[in-house]
């Protein structure tokens, strides 16, 4: 008797190892039929209340519709992802960056627009909306994977009160190229013996191929040539960028570092803290939270991305594009109303510029007096037009660790720039290779 | 123990000594004074150097921004009730298992005994980063995806937990046992009535193993969780300390709360927590 | 119903008590472990919808040939020393000492507790506050030093960083095997001591002569399972590497396990490298065992 209740237990226990659920194919549509959507988005407290207004808002209109909205960590959205596509458990809409996405592109792992889904009679149609290069990273064999949910380039916020205070004029004597970066810091900075209790300008570390990269290809470096076989091109602006870096650290000038508190977070505070730090757009919308006088005071200006001073390509900073993208696993049903609810709530580009300070890569936007009205807004379409997408492929996570690697050992260890380029060099060619 | 207490010599020896304990315990103690005393700074405050042990005004928005988190949706409490959830009963299921299994190792011979206790016993030597995506699918297969079930079930066998429960068991008397079943209880009574019901101390130590380990949990939840009303203390304070708005002093007010349950757990249980390292001493057959 | 004989009904019934614990293991441990074995031979890489393909033993001729998996190896090998030996000596020392204290005995140990019952989240922020060039690090070392103005540069001088990780793992676990000491040193029979002091030992003697051949077995528990600890540690190398120090140094085998399953997406190489990993423990302990073995002190 036992042993026929383990047993039965036993396989009740063990039975769903063995059902797969099935994904069904639907002929027809039927529009009225109930779906139930799962967003999965990274935290951002604003932008929750705005998309969640959105969503209440589609679902009255379209009452068979459920939506399901979770917000994760940024930092571990991209391993939630990866796991979850991997057990075919991924969520029906989601939001990533440029250089996570491409590996769930390239793998087929989302759905290709249909653009009769979203009112638009062809492929051409939706392209038109954006500014050339916006959708990149989403298209792949003619077809578009995602829509662009935020644009953003760095550019510079700098603190007229800290300059004023070391004797300098803001308007006159803000930094143009890199080595006004670093002399004008090098006026700025103040220390208790060799630890930084002021900084002058900081850079903004995790980002490595966005802020970094540009500055190597400046000086005309490249990451890897055209063909994509061989690593790293343009040794001279390696080894002047690298030896940048390392005057930049403790090694060198002690100017800042990766272990300080982000100086994106400190600057807000206007506490004396750093007089200078990259960071997008939408940082005017933390900081008129975080600090609402100082926002509004004049104290504050935004400054194109510096040039080095024997730049032979005039790059900003390159740009990230966070992408919605649909679950192509999903059944078509769920497909075609995931993607009507992203198209929706994509449409209010301009509650998103206003309420969120996220931009959106549209015509329509840009050429919006909202956006015009917004401070320095000039500043950043015009380095807009001098960037890039950041570099994206499959492996450009493990390459953004590698120069992250690369930077630290001229930086932090002192190493000498040509050994630090040799070793940098074998391990992108190790990556390129194993593609 | 060892130290006499008679000559003066001995007495120099004996206040070096218990000068260099209350260094070591100062030394030990400084990170926990400095998370209680920065949890009601300033984020500037914080970094004055030198530090300020005692904050210059004490600010309790802190705790209040810690608890209602950057978008006030307060679901903080809900994270600590989860936690607790999960905590407990793995605890409680635990060292069932546990203790069922310590038995049956301890007090049966049965073919391949010591094979299964050493291959429980390899566990320790898995790391869970390695076991983690087969362990994910299994647990989407069978549908624990956001349940609290699996939350807990991938942990409810505590190898420790286990250990320590057949160590316990080996010394039990096989006399109560034996009279168990003349007076004509079944296995299972013998079990419950007379071993499980007089072994509080192992498992109470086992419980507290079982309980920290889950309190302590970030990857499992942070895979296994994915809705914010299933999500667990480790992961809420992951997802609260990477917000651009929270400052230094939030974090801390975070660290502060989520340390409260087990100090109150730890000081009423202390009996346990510190009996938990006999397992060691008792590991000879 | 046929007869059972005593011996095997009891046989029976010890499957059974140990049933569930087995059942457990074979889901959520051997299942997934040999799912990892498996997949080592095959090159399959997280999100592809393509079906693996078999390659015999190509994963691990790669990673026997990376330099970043003996970097981890480095990594892993010089925390697991720098760990270990301390917590393995202080908390034996600690242990001596907490019980030759007379009074408060109880408290002492509960104090020293209490950085284990903190969770590892909750430690690492902590001590990434710490060890902020501003925070506390600098100014009391500092202070100790009579230096002024020294950055320690904790997270990210490499030797540094090894020190930092070290002594945040020493910090959270030396309570708690110091307990197991003083446990294992109540157990040393007063009549064995008393006579020692009969006989007219010093109290160096006592311990060298007489309470360190008893602990043996506790050292040797201790020692494994701190071993196994350290070999497989990996929260604090993850959260600080997340916050921007240097990955090199802290690359520990767990860590490169982890980032080449979840950042490369190539689980077959994770799996290799969990299986080297496991295989390395595997010795350590076998071999840490026989050699104590043949040394016990028997009482």
């Known amino acids: 008797m036992k042993r026929m209740v383990c047993l039965i237990l036993l396989t009740a226990l063990l039975m769903p190892l063995f059902a797969q659920g099935g994904v069904e194919e639907k002929a027809v549509l039927d529009m009225s039929a109930p779906v139930t959507l799962t967003i999965w988005t990274h935290e951002d407290a604003n932008r929750k209340v705005l998309e969640q207004e959105l969503i209440a808002e589609f679902m009255e209109m379209n009452p068979n519709v459920t939506v399901d909205y979770q917000t994760y960590p940024s930092s571990k959205m991209r391993e939630l992802l990866t796991v979850s596509f991997s057990a075919n458990q991924g969520p029906d809409i989601f939001n990533q960056s440029q250089s996570v996405v491409r590996q769930f592109v390239i793998e087929g792992r989302v759905s290709a627009l249909d653009p009769e889904w979203i009112g638009e009679a062809s492929l051409d149609d939706v392209t038109g909306r954006y500014i050339p290069g916006a959708l990149a990273a989403v298209e792949y064999d003619g077809d578009i994977h995602g829509l662009p949910l935020e644009y953003t380039n760095f550019c510079t916020y700098l603190n007229k009160n800290i300059f004023r205070d070391a004797g300098l004029d803001p308007e006159k004597d803000y930094p143009k190229t890199w080595e006004e970066v670093m002399e004008v810091s090098k006026k700025l900075v103040l220390r208790e013996g060799e630890i930084i209790t002021r900084r002058g300008y900081d850079f903004r570390y995790p980002s490595y191929t966005m802020q970094f990269l540009p500055m190597v290809e400046q000086l005309g470096g490249k990451l890897m040539s055209d063909d994509g076989k061989t690593a790293v091109v343009g040794d001279e602006a390696w080894l002047q960028f690298f030896t940048y870096m390392r005057d930049w650290g403790p090694e060198g000038y002690n100017l800042g570092g990766p272990t300080y508190l982000p100086p994106r977070k400190v600057f807000d505070n206007n506490n004396n803290e750093i007089a200078m730090s990259d960071s997008g757009l939408y940082q005017q919308g933390r900081m008129k939270k975080a600090n609402p006088d100082f926002f509004n005071s004049d104290d504050w200006m935004v400054i194109p991305f510096p040039q080095f001073e024997d730049a032979v390509v005039e790059t900003a900073g390159a740009i990230a594009c966070h992408y919605y993208m649909v679950n192509g696993q999903i059944d078509t049903l769920n497909q075609m109303w995931a993607w009507k609810l992203v198209d929706f709530m994509l449409s209010h580009s301009a509650d998103y510029l206003e309420q969120v300070n996220l931009v959106q890569p549209t015509y329509e936007l840009f050429e919006s007096d909202a956006f015009a009205a917004l401070p320095f807004s000039d500043v950043f379409a015009a380095d807009m037009k001098k960037g890039d997408l950041v570099y994206f492929a499959g492996n450009s996570s493990a390459v953004n660790d590698k120069l992250k690697g690369a930077v630290e050992s001229a930086m932090l260890l002192g190493e000498d720039p040509a050994t630090v380029l040799e070793n940098f060099r074998k391990e992108i060619q190790i990556l390129i290779d194993d593609e | 123990m060892f130290l006499r207490n008679n000559t003066p010599s001995d007495r120099v020896v004996n206040l070096l000594i218990n000068s260099l304990l209350v260094l070591i315990l100062l030394a030990m103690l400084m990170p926990i004074a400095f998370m209680v005393t920065a949890s009601f700074m300033p984020a500037n405050e914080i970094f004055t150097m030198p530090y300020r042990w005692i904050p210059k005004t004490f600010i309790f928005s802190n705790y209040f921004h810690a608890v209602a988190g950057n978008d006030e949706s307060f679901i903080f409490i809900r994270n600590l009730i989860n936690s607790l959830i999960v905590a407990l009963s793995t605890a409680a299921l635990s060292v069932v298992v546990s203790g069922l299994a310590g038995y049956g190792l301890s007090k049966f011979r049965f073919k391949g005994r010591n094979f299964i206790f050493l291959m429980l016993m390899g566990r320790m030597m898995i790391p869970f980063e390695a076991i983690m995506i087969p362990m994910y699918i299994t647990a989407v297969r069978l549908g624990l995806q956001n349940t609290y079930p699996g939350l807990i079930m991938p942990f409810i066998l505590n190898t420790f937990g286990l250990f320590q429960m057949r160590q316990y068991l080996m010394t039990f008397p096989d006399d109560i046992l034996d009279a168990g079943r003349i007076d004509g209880l079944s296995e299972m009574g013998i079990f419950w009535k007379l071993v499980f019901k007089n072994s509080t101390p192992a498992i109470a130590t086992a419980a507290i193993l079982s309980f920290r380990g889950q309190w302590d949990n970030l990857l499992w939840p942070l895979l296994i969780a994915q809705k914010e009303r299933m999500k667990t203390i480790p992961t809420y304070i992951i997802k609260f300390t990477e917000e651009k708005s929270s400052d230094e002093g939030a974090m801390m007010a975070v660290a502060v709360l989520a340390s409260l349950p087990i100090i109150i757990l730890f000081l009423t249980l202390s009996k346990y927590f510190l009996h938990g390292s006999t397992m060691y001493t008792a590991s000879k057959e | ?299």
């Open chain 3, 1 to 299: 119903m046929k007869y059972i004989g005593i011996e095997k009904k009891k046989a029976r019934w010890g499957y059974m008590f140990v049933a569930p614990a087995v059942l457990l293991f074979f889901m959520f441990s051997l299942y997934p472990m040999l799912n990892a074995f498996y997949n080592t031979f095959f090159n399959i890489k997280l999100l592809s919808l393509r079906a693996p393909k078999f390659v015999g033993l190509k994963n691990y001729i790669f990673v026997l040939n990376s330099p970043s998996f003996w970097n981890s190896m480095k990594a892993t090998a010089l925390f697991t020393l720098g760990a270990f030996i301390p917590l393995t000596i202080f908390s034996l020392i600690f242990g001596l000492i907490v019980t030759s204290r007379m009074r408060n005995q109880k408290a002492i140990q509960l104090l020293m507790y209490t950085p284990a019952v903190l969770s590892s989240v909750v430690a690492a922020l902590i001590w990434m506050i710490i060890f902020d060039p501003r925070g506390i690090g600098n100014s009391i070392v500092n202070n100790i030093l009579q230096t002024h103005g020294i950055d320690h540069r904790w997270l990210t001088d490499p030797v540094m960083l090894r020190v930092s990780t070290v002594t945040i793992y020493v910090w959270k676990y030396i309570g708690y095997f110091t307990i197991i000491f003083v446990t294992g040193i109540a157990k040393v029979p007063e009549s064995t001591l008393e006579a020692a002091t009969i006989a007219g030992a010093s109290t160096m003697q006592t311990i060298r002569l007489i309470v360190l051949p008893l602990l043996k077995p506790t050292t040797l528990m201790v020692s494994i399972v701190t071993m196994l600890n350290c070999l497989k540690s990996f929260s604090t190398q993850y959260l600080f590497t997340q916050r921007g120090a240097p990955l090199e140094p802290l690359n520990v085998v767990t860590l490169n396990i982890y980032n080449t399953a979840m950042r490369d997406l190539n689980i077959s190489r994770a799996c290799v490298m969990s299986f080297l990993l496991f295989l390395v423990m595997m010795i350590l302990t076998l071999s840490r065992m026989s050699s104590s073995e043949r040394n016990v002190t028997e009482y």
